[in-house]
């Protein structure tokens, strides 16, 4: 069984910066797409990124500029960097991943608990 564990969110200021982590974890045969989503109260669930096993890498318009995502292969880890921070990226965090492992003939998609970012006005 897999889990992605996430880690680095928390409370900064308007300007400030946070870097998120999100580690793979069990019986992994490879990983395809890793991403990024938020959710704010009251509103669905929305794409920031995604980067796929190649390195290509797409973003939401809203944070192009200011995110980068970026993976470790061989650690199963993607990550976040977050720079210039607006109290609108306020929400919680969830880590994506299609993973295949010993037990699936296929990638399954997986998600993290997610990681509360809040940005103070």
């Known amino acids: 069984q897999v889990q992605l564990v996430e880690s680095g969110g928390g409370l900064v200021q308007t300007g400030g910066s946070l870097r998120l982590s999100c580690a793979a974890s069990?019986?992994?045969?490879?990983?395809?797409?890793m991403g990024w989503y938020r959710q704010a109260p009251g509103k669905q669930r929305e794409l920031v990124a995604t980067?796929?096993?190649?390195?290509?890498?797409r973003y939401a318009d809203s944070v192009k500029g200011r995110f980068t995502i970026s993976r470790d292969n061989a650690k199963n880890t993607v990550y976040m960097q977050m720079n210039s921070l607006k109290p609108e990226d306020t929400a919680v965090y969830y880590c994506?991943?299609?993973?295949?492992?010993?037990?699936?003939?296929?990638?399954?998609?997986?998600w993290g608990q997610g990681t509360q970012v809040t940005v103070s006005s």
């Open positions: 980067i796929n096993s190649g390195g290509s890498t």
């Open positions: 069990g019986n992994i045969v490879s990983i395809n797409v």
């Open positions: 994506n991943a299609g993973v295949k492992t010993n037990a699936a003939m296929w990638y399954v998609t997986v």
